[in-house]
């Protein structure tokens, strides 16, 4: 591969990331916006709420209805009623505030996952988002299918392969399978 053409994309990915980690939320006139780090107004201040950027995306509301913009302030998904989560791993979830159910959002907007039968969905992490019903959690996959049950009274995301997770009164790791991950196992990769 030309390492012209590698360097340039690594400075690419760089600068991208790097922008929108710089991006500072600013107030004027009871609306706000977004800053650069060298106080450039990116963003005019102009939204009720802004959430900080996350895969790209800051959700914003204004007038009791959410949106989410790029880093330029363009609206890439459309103002509705919704509450609007962050984006992670190119997908979000959003309460429809007028059907009261979970929907998982892509990048336009579109609904990829129908997640109305669950009280709460988090984010993804690794390929899996903790998702709860009557406050008992498992996980699902990028598809929708709940690949490790409900079954948990307390779940948390995926970190470097691991979840920790409690039921009844024990708690402890498991693999992406759902399989109880012994604590030798952790510690020195039995």
Same mark, same amino acid.
């Given at each position: ?45 102009? #939204? $009720?709420? =802004?959430?900080? *950027?996350?895969? /790209?995306?800051?959700? &914003? ?5 959410? %949106? !989410? +913009? @790029? ?46 039968? #669950? $009280?709460? =969905?988090?984010? *993804?992490?690794? /390929?899996?988002?903790? &998702? ?5 959690? %498992? !996980? +699902? @996959? ?49």
């Amino acid at each position: 591969m030309n390492s012209k053409f590698l360097t340039s994309i690594l400075l690419l990915c760089f600068f991208n990331q790097s922008f929108s980690q710089s991006l500072i939320k600013f107030s004027e006139n009871g609306k706000f916006g977004f800053k650069n780090s060298d106080n450039v107004i990116v963003v005019p201040a102009q #939204y $009720d709420v =802004v959430k900080p *950027f996350s895969d /790209g995306l800051s959700c &914003v509301i204004n007038d009791g209805l959410s %949106g !989410y +913009i @790029d880093e330029k302030g363009k609206i890439v998904i459309p103002f509705r009623k919704i509450q609007g989560f962050n984006f992670s791993e190119g997908l979000a979830a959003v309460y429809n505030l007028e059907t009261k159910k979970y929907e998982i959002i892509d990048k336009s907007g579109k609904i990829i996952i129908n997640a109305a039968k #669950y $009280d709460f =969905v988090g984010e *993804f992490k690794e /390929g899996f988002a903790v &998702v709860s019903k009557n406050l008992i959690y %498992g !996980y +699902i @996959d990028k598809s929708g299918k709940e690949t490790i049950p409900l079954q948990y009274s307390s779940a948390k995301p995926f970190y470097q392969g691991k979840a920790t997770v409690k039921k009844g009164d024990r708690t402890y790791s498991i693999d992406k399978m759902g399989n109880e991950i012994k604590v030798e196992e952790q510690f020195w990769g039995y």
